[in-house]
């Protein structure tokens, strides 16, 4: 068994920057041809596919808001058309804490907000794949769940730990459903992944070294770190594999 993909479809979502990139150009590196997706920062994404193409790898770029369903049908049809089949391996990657809000102050639209890019999107992509995973008979699912599933996030943030855990739990669930059609799902759930937006917009400085000080490897995650993940998932090498969650934290949250 090896980690090659060759022939494969993937589709990553999120994938113009931070996690969803490293994802996006590690599958393509192992041969996958991939839809790199974007929302709001489309020169983003172009250097994603920029920097795949220039490494010999196959890649289009697509947008897409993942919380509504017919823009989801449509970004499916674009890249299985661009690549000529029924997408093979799903990276659910979309997904934003949106704003630290503590519940006393919670409205009734933030809280959709953040349930629908973090659990909706994911609910209504692996919806829209199935069908075509299910005609081959084989399929990969990751889906992007949080260490704040399992501790309730930071200040502020516990309407997104619960997104994150929702996310765990569904995941759980479809892996039980699709198991028969040779599909897998699985979960990665990130800790303290520097290089990201998230931190840059959410974490302090002062914040920043205190959590790096907690953690039993004494470092921040890369993006990488977690995109060797899923493509342990999504390869042969994880086949075995379903409704497992891997925590890539460096030690700060252990089952």
Known sequence: MNTSLQGKIALVTGSNAGIGRAIAIMLAANGASVGVTYLNNKEQGEITVASIRQAGGNAELFHADVTDIKQIDTLVSGVEAAFGGNVDILVNNAGHLIERRPNSDMSEELYDKIMDVNLKSTVFMCKRVLPGMKAKGTGRIVNMSSIAAH????????????????????????????????????????????????????????????????????????????????????????????????EINGGMFMR
């Open 151 to 246: 501790n309730g996030g930071g200040v502020g943030a516990s309407i997104y730990a619960a997104s994150k855990a929702a996310v765990l739990s569904y995941s759980k669930g479809l892996a039980k459903e699709v198991a028969g059609d040779g599909i897998t799902v699985n979960i990665v759930s990130p800790g303290f992944i520097g290089q990201t937006a998230f931190h840059a917009t959410f974490t302090t400085d002062e914040a920043r070294k205190a959590t790096v000080n907690g953690i039993p490897l004494k470092r921040e995650g890369t993006p990488e770190d977690v995109a060797g993940a899923v493509l342990y998932l999504v390869s042969d090498l994880g086949s075995y594999l379903t409704g497992e969650s891997i």
